[in-house]
C-alpha cells in the first residue's frame, strides 16, 4: 500500500508555468503517472515515467509539459509551461503497480 499526495497547483494565466509535486509515502520502483480530469470529461492520461526514467506524453502536452522523478523515488514531477486554459483540470499521480492515486490538485488557467 502506497499514499501519495500532490500540490503545486493553483490560478495561473495563460502562457504561464506551474510545478506540480506529488509525495509517496514509501520509494516507488516502479512507473508512475500523471492523469487530469476537467469537469464533464473523463480522466486522461497525461504522462508517465518508467523505474529508469524513460518517459512518455500525451500529444496535448508534448513540448509543454515535464515529468520528472527524484533519486529517492518517493517524489515525482510535472512542469507544466506555456499554459493554455484547456489544461484546467484537477491533476492526479498515480502507482499503477499500487492502484494508488493521489487526492488530486486544482490547476486553473484563465485570464
Known amino acids: 500500500q502506497v499514499q501519495l499526495v500532490e500540490s503545486g497547483g493553483g490560478l495561473v494565466q495563460p502562457g504561464g508555468s506551474l510545478r506540480l509535486s506529488c509525495a509517496a509515502s514509501r520509494s516507488i520502483f516502479s512507473p508512475m503517472n500523471w492523469y487530469r480530469q476537467a469537469p464533464g470529461k473523463q480522466r486522461e492520461l497525461v504522462a508517465l515515467?518508467?523505474?529508469?526514467?524513460?518517459?512518455n506524453y500525451a500529444d496535448f502536452v508534448k513540448g509543454r509539459f515535464t515529468i520528472s522523478r527524484d533519486n529517492t523515488k518517493k517524489n515525482i514531477y510535472l512542469q507544466m509551461n506555456s499554459l493554455k486554459p484547456e489544461d484546467t483540470a484537477v491533476y492526479y499521480c498515480?502507482?499503477?503497480?499500487?492502484?494508488?492515486w493521489g487526492q488530486g490538485t486544482q490547476v486553473t488557467v484563465s485570464s
Open positions: 498515480n502507482a499503477p503497480q499500487y492502484n494508488s
Open positions: 515515467i518508467t523505474s529508469s526514467g524513460s518517459t
